[in-house]
């Protein structure tokens, strides 16, 4: 269901006010644009879909049900564009309607979700501890583009099966095998990680 302040947004946006949707693209437009790039890995390329999420976003307000969250919704477009981004691996037009300003804190790097070393801390330790976030990573982007957006569907942005499918528009029974295989997969790819323990 849409949280009350987003329901009121999305009406006046629907009256034609504009500065509505802008605040509306303000409240969400980092979570979109972290999940895409860690999709992607490329800033321009998370940049220029987040766009597109937007734009897609308001010419679909009218068929928003108000059943949903409205992050859900988005995310479910976003998932969609990315899809249909990989399928047909075509340069894309960037429509600069909308303007959408990622702030440098809130951009994920390659080293996203690494703490910061501790004060008098081994630079071994923090070699290995980067390197062992590589290889994470990398077992993370072999996965096929349905895995890997169910594990950062579920493990980075927290959200439960039935939020999942939506999103993705698939059975929670798809959504749950889908996970459990990419589980599977990363733990027999990273399996020299545990037994170098």
């Known amino acids: 269901m849409a949280h009350k302040r987003e329901a009121e947004l999305i009406e006046k946006t629907l009256q034609g006010r504009a500065e509505a949707f802008d605040e509306l693209v303000c409240l969400y437009q980092d979570k979109v644009y972290n999940l895409i790039y860690r999709l992607c890995h490329h800033h321009q390329d998370a940049q220029d879909l987040t766009q597109e999420v937007f734009i897609k976003a308001y010419e679909s307000l009218p068929d928003f049900q ?5 992050y859900t919704w988005l995310y479910r477009i976003a998932a969609n564009l990315f899809f249909s981004r990989e399928r047909h691996a075509k340069a894309r037009t960037v429509i600069k309607t909308i303007p959408i300003q990622v702030s440098a804190g809130d951009r994920p790097t390659e080293r996203s979700g690494e703490l910061p070393p501790a004060p008098g801390a081994d630079p071994g330790d923090l070699a290995q501890g980067r390197e ?3 290889m994470i990573q990398q077992a ?3 996965l096929d583009d349905g895995q890997r957006m169910v594990v950062l569907l ?3 942005e927290g959200l439960e099966y039935l939020q999942i499918a939506e999103i993705l528009q698939w059975p929670v029974g798809t959504v749950k095998s889908s996970l459990h295989r990419a589980r599977l997969e990363l733990r027999e790819k ?4 545990e037994d170098s323990k």
């Open 66 to 70: 108000f059943k949903s969250n409205f």
């Open 132 to 134: 062992t976030l590589e």
């Open 140 to 142: 993370i982007d072999s």
């Open 154 to 156: 579920r493990h980075v």
């Open 190 to 193: 990273l399996k020299h990680l």
